[in-house]
């Protein structure tokens, strides 16, 4: 049995024990947090100890998942690899590029898994989508991805603006995709609410391959949204995060091996032809598929990783990318901070 302890006893720090709970292979040995109040609840539902110090619970465990405010995730991170314990970092896994690389290098020095808990890459919709155009990932096509990521005002992760605690999960999924690197960024963000960080952002990534994604991500807006649309040069994928669905528009075989040619067509047969012709020459699926537990998922491949010795799908150093690429688009925002509205005389 894998001993894995939980740091942080907030809203995902209990989920997380949740899981680890219910897992076959782990034994949840505590949960650390300085939240009295906080860590009492999750120990008692669990029946587990309660630390009000990390380290006093780290001599019980072979592993923790960190759920804390990303400020402390490198501190907390640092302490747990330099003691020997693997690590599931919510993301983002840092605030930086510069603490996300010494978690990494820590890591691969003492043999360790490093994860961060990039959730939406177990999601079943995800999957789908990734399979519907891996003919078009092998052959190296260009891509065009748009996604949108929104919710309302939730009062957590307030340390962080909404490109590390919102777009980072979509940056992530497209730097799979395109992997490539991004060698162009350009991005507005938003102060809405007048605190230091941004609010809403939008963002476009141009990789060395061709390969162009528009990013939007806001915290303050009128309904939740979590979507991606993927064009191809022979499909085009949408993925509803949310409701788990999958819609593929693609071209049919004439079209995709060239044998259909507009200047081909004789003038006289356009008004046969056009009626039905994109019922016939392209066609629509779409899926829609059962409630996986993603979360669960994310702590199995975590366990997983440990026992193999394989990589997690989704390593300290895959995160530590998209850290570089959040910390790019924040840097190179220009924000618009709200200007009170003056009127006539």
């Known amino acids: ?128 989508a990734k399979n519907a155009i891996r003919s078009d990932l092998m052959n190296g096509s260009p891509l065009l991805v748009d996604a949108v990521r929104t919710s309302g005002y939730t009062f957590r992760s307030t340390d962080i603006g909404a490109v590390f605690d919102m777009m980072v999960h979509d940056i992530d999924l497209v730097l799979s995709l395109a992997a490539a690197h991004v060698h162009a960024v350009d991005a507005i963000g938003f102060h809405i609410l007048g605190g230091q960080n941004e609010d809403a952002a939008h963002a476009r990534l141009r990789f060395d391959n061709g390969c162009v994604a528009n990013l939007f991500a806001s915290r303050v807006a009128e309904k939740p949204e979590r979507k991606m649309r993927i064009t191809t040069a022979t499909a085009t994928v949408n993925i509803d995060f949310a409701a788990r669905t999958t819609s593929c528009y693609r071209a049919d075989e004439t079209v995709r091996q060239g044998r259909f040619a507009p200047n081909r067509i004789l003038p006289d047969s356009v008004p046969l032809i056009a009626p039905t012709f994109m019922n016939d020459a392209f066609h629509s699926e779409t899926a829609v598929h059962e409630e996986v537990d993603a979360l669960a998922a994310e702590l199995d491949d975590f366990v997983c990783s440990i026992a193999s010795g394989k990589s997690p799908r989704v390593s300290g150093c895959r995160a530590l990318e998209a850290v570089s690429v959040a910390e790019t688009i924040v840097k190179s925002i220009s924000c618009v901070v709200p200007q009170p509205i003056r009127r006539a005389a």
């Not at 680890?20 to 609840?41: F, Q, T, W």
Request: net charge positive; glycine share 10%; proline share 4%.
């Open 1 to 128: 049995m894998l001993k894995i302890g939980i740091i942080g006893a907030g809203r995902l720090g209990s989920f997380h024990a949740n899981k680890a709970a219910a897992h076959g292979s782990v034994e949840l040995v505590g949960i650390a947090d300085p939240n009295d109040a906080a860590r009492k609840k999750i120990a008692e539902k669990h029946r587990i100890k309660t630390f009000a110090s990390f380290d006093d619970m780290l001599p019980l465990t072979d592993a923790v998942i960190i759920a804390a405010p990303t400020f402390l995730h490198y501190g907390l991170g640092s302490a747990c690899l330099a003691a020997g314990k693997h690590v599931l970092m919510e993301k983002p896994m840092t605030g930086s590029l510069a603490d996300g690389r010494k978690l990494v290098e820590l890591a691969q020095k003492r043999n360790l898994v490093l994860q961060a808990g990039h959730v939406e890459e177990f999601n079943p919709a995800w999957i789908a």
